[in-house]
């Protein structure tokens, strides 16, 4: 006996439903293959400091890694490897650029030309692939600046207020010496005069001369106190 035609068609139907199934299945899972990680999709750095663009994925094999720059200067590869092997890194970011086995990579020195966005790119062997964004802005180091100048001038006060400290001291003690040299001159009660010429000596009594032929020296003691002294 010929089974019903509408059995041929239901299993027909059938067969193509679980085929689509199978399809459907596959590229969902072939979808799920890849999954990627950004910890951090924004960073803020400043001039020559090291950045690390950290991701994490996980997938079925060994993907191959891609990282590329984009600005408003355009679209520019940075590098390309598969983890284990030697990374091909662009002649732009030569020496500056580390990758890592978990797709990460660290950036050394930036400026502020390295601003932008940085986008990984991790592709599975049957073909399926995730993609992120990182985005870096890098500015200039004007606090740093700021703070040497700040430093620089609170070093100028202390050594002008050192300065003058010293200044104030030594006056002070250039005014107190002067002034036990002054005592010292007015207690001192014994002068010596040397007269080199005729000398004469006056007394209520009488009066005295004395001369010599050529030249006299007489060597007086007496107390001062003359108010001109």
């Known amino acids: 006996m010929r089974p019903p035609p ?6 027909r139907g059938l067969s193509l439903g679980v085929l689509a199934l199978c399809v459907a299945a596959a590229r969902c899972l072939q979808s799920q293959g890849v999954s990627l990680y950004i910890p951090q999709p924004a960073i803020n750095a400043t001039v020559e400091e090291d950045i690390l663009l950290s991701v994490d994925y996980s997938c079925h094999g060994i993907p191959t890694i891609e990282w590329k720059y ?31 086995d978990n797709g990460s990579i660290q950036l050394f020195s930036v400026g502020v030309r390295d601003s932008g966005s940085y986008i990984i790119t991790v592709t599975e062997r049957l073909g399926s692939s995730r993609f992120g964004t990182i985005v870096l802005h890098v500015s200039e180091i004007l606090y740093e600046d700021l703070h040497f100048v700040a430093v ?7 050594v002008a207020a050192l300065l003058i400290s010293l ?50 020296v007489c060597l007086l003691l007496c107390r001062k106190h003359s108010r001109g002294h």
């Open 6 to 11: 509408g059995g041929r068609t239901r299993s």
């Open 152 to 158: 620089f001038l609170a070093f100028l006060v202390a």
């Open 167 to 216: 200044m104030w001291v030594c006056n002070k003690c250039a005014y107190k010496f002067q002034r036990k040299r002054r005592h010292k001159l007015k207690g001192n009660s014994l002068g010596l005069v040397i007269i080199d010429a005729h000398v004469t000596f006056f007394s209520p009594r009488k009066h005295l001369q004395l001369s010599g032929n050529s030249q006299s």
């Open 70 to 100: 984009t600005s408003s200067w355009g679209v520019q590869k940075i590098v390309e490897w598969r983890p284990g092997t030697q990374a091909n890194i662009s002649r732009s970011h030569k020496d500056r650029v580390c990758t890592f």
